[in-house]
């Protein structure tokens, strides 16, 4: 311990004053040097220890080094959207490879070193309108999960080199946080310094993500089912996040609420054709995100999130009405699915009708289980043929 304490007394003025000497250069020189300096003084405090008090040193070293990477990246650094990619790829039929992106990216590293990216998935892009609606409502889910989010704690003495050789690869370790779920995942990535003030975090490889492990399985299903063809339930994930050093002491207030769908979704904004407004409804009634209580025309309060989707759409299409069916699976008395059916849609409808849409505009039917849409002959297929259907009405 005395020697321990004779080094610290050394080593601490030593490192203050080669600091303080080296302060008018650029502050990632100084912090880099002191790491190394700290790693230097770690070593020797650690040996001194370990012969009067085993490990006694080292509790020591790593405050003195947390100390110092503290400052590793302050004052913080933020995304910067426009020069910054997420790409993804999906194969189906076997061998058709589709690429899709995403047009809003938020993200920063704090000056502790915690970094995060949310990916708004509302602004999928995969370059046809329908099928980024088909994307939004039956795979992603946005209207019950709008975003995604990367989560990562970055390790300074890692990148202390960074300087010297400006480009690195390195096995990082980070949350994704997608469709409810949270996994741990590790990656390659490679860092490059462009500028002092500037930093490209890229994929060194496409990351592989399989649907089941983040319950997007049946979004495969209804993506297959709206399709007509096989779709390989996972896909790979490329990204090159461009992050700037923040200028002032605080990083840029981010809004932490995730962004509406009408600032993000990648389509003509205002009023849609009628083209369009047709192919929505279609695609809704393939989201089974409508729930009533078993046997009952009582809707579940689940079912908001979709029908807010739902009224947003009514609303940019004006000059059309709606017809709005309900459907259930063979099961039961036939003239009850029929009394059912039709309460179910009428249900919808009054809930459509408070919420703003002029109920001129709603028409309600019921076919009970007359136009099934699969064969009742699996749970799945039984519950997509338990459904409420939109559509645009004859004449409407």
Not at 28 to 45: D, F, H, Y
Not at 147 to 172: I, N, S
Not at 234 to 246: A, E, I, M, W
Not at 277 to 299: P, V
């Amino acid at each position: 311990m005395r020697k321990q304490t004779k080094l610290d007394a050394i080593m601490k003025p030593i490192i203050a004053t080669i600091l303080t000497a080296l302060a008018p250069r650029a502050p990632r020189t100084v912090m880099l040097i002191g790491l190394s300096l700290c790693v230097s003084a770690g070593s020797a405090w650690a040996q001194a220890g370990s012969q009067a008090d085993t490990g006694r040193g080292l509790p020591r070293y790593g405050a003195a080094q947390d100390a110092v990477a503290s400052t590793a990246f302050a004052p913080g650094w933020t995304l910067q959207p426009g020069a910054s990619k997420l790409n993804f790829q999906s194969v189906k039929s076997q061998t058709i490879v589709e690429s899709s992106t995403f047009a809003s990216l938020r993200g920063s590293i704090s000056p502790s070193g915690l970094a995060s990216v949310t990916i708004a998935l509302d602004s999928v892009d995969t370059g046809i309108d329908l099928r980024n609606v088909r994307m939004r409502f039956l795979f992603f889910e946005t209207f019950k999960f709008p975003e995604a989010v990367v989560t990562m704690a970055l390790d300074p003495a890692a990148l202390q080199t960074l300087a010297t050789v400006r480009r690195m690869t390195l096995k990082a370790k980070y949350e994704l946080t997608l469709h409810g779920v949270t996994r741990s995942l590790e990656s390659d990535i490679v860092v490059t310094l462009l500028t002092d003030s500037l930093v490209s975090v890229a994929s060194s490889t496409p990351i592989s993500i399989a649907a089941a492990g983040f319950g997007l399985s049946d979004g495969v299903k209804k993506l297959e089912d709206a399709n007509q063809v096989p779709i390989i339930p996972s896909g790979s994930v490329t990204f090159d996040f461009l992050f700037q050093k923040n200028s002032g002491a605080e990083a840029p207030k981010i809004a932490a609420a995730p962004a509406r769908p009408a600032d993000t979704a990648v389509e003509t904004a205002g009023e849609l054709s009628a083209e369009a407004c047709a192919g929505r409804f279609e695609i809704i009634s393939r989201t089974g995100a409508i729930y009533f209580k078993t046997g009952s025309a009582e809707l579940d309060a689940d079912s908001r999130p979709l029908l807010e989707s739902i009224i947003q759409i009514v609303r940019r299409c004006p000059g059309l009405r709606i017809l709005v069916a309900g459907h259930t699976d063979s099961s039961g008395d036939p003239a009850a699915n029929q009394a059912l059916s039709d309460a179910r849609a009428k249900a919808v409808v009054q809930y459509l009708g408070r919420n703003g849409v002029s109920p001129a505009r709603l028409d309600a039917i019921g076919y009970g289980g007359t136009r099934p849409v699969a064969p009742n002959d699996t749970p799945w297929n039984m519950s997509r043929n338990r459904r409420i259907a939109f559509s645009v009405a004859s004449g409407g």
